[in-house]
């Protein structure tokens, strides 16, 4: 690994440990040119997934477009960070499950609602208005009299 500091590539592990349950490996190292100490996060590479657009048109998976749906959905809501985070793998490791290659983006929409669902009911219905293009007041108020048990 090229230390960050110096450009050399001759370090040392000082620390291994699991992170995100296990998905990711979080190493500190120590550069044994200038001591320079820093993380590295080590992971298992995802298969490269492609998007089937509402068009007909692909376009490259990208774990960044889903977060950043999760983080607008969820502003200045009480939910962490970490939390965000944790939903994001959620749903990528659901998708990857489900599809191999090729995911429609209906089903990168529906997953995503799904658990904004179960993770903050302002952040769903923010996001569902979105994603459903709610045309009108009555849109919305179904989808909230639809939360209610």
Do not use: H
Not at 39 to 66: A, C, N, S, W
Not at 74 to 101: H, N, Q, V, W, Y
């Amino acid at each position: 690994m090229r230390c960050p500091k110096c450009n050399s590539v001759e370090d040392r592990v000082i620390d291994s440990r699991p992170w995100k349950d296990g998905a990711v490996i979080r190493r500190r190292r120590e550069c044994l040119t200038c001591s320079y100490r820093f993380t590295t996060y080590e992971q298992i590479e995802r298969e490269d997934l492609r998007v089937i657009k509402r068009d007909g048109r692909y376009e490259p998976f990208e774990r960044k477009k889903l977060l950043s749906g999760l983080l607008k959905a969820c502003e200045k809501r009480p939910i962490s960070r970490e939390m965000i985070e944790e939903a994001t793998d959620r749903i990528m490791d659901e998708l990857e499950k489900k599809f191999e290659g090729e995911i429609p983006a209906t089903e990168i929409g529906e997953a995503l609602m799904r658990s904004l669902r179960q993770l903050d009911e302002v952040a769903y219905v923010r996001f569902a208005s979105v994603y459903r293009k709610f045309k009108d007041i009555n849109e919305f108020v179904n989808e909230v009299q639809n939360l209610q048990p």
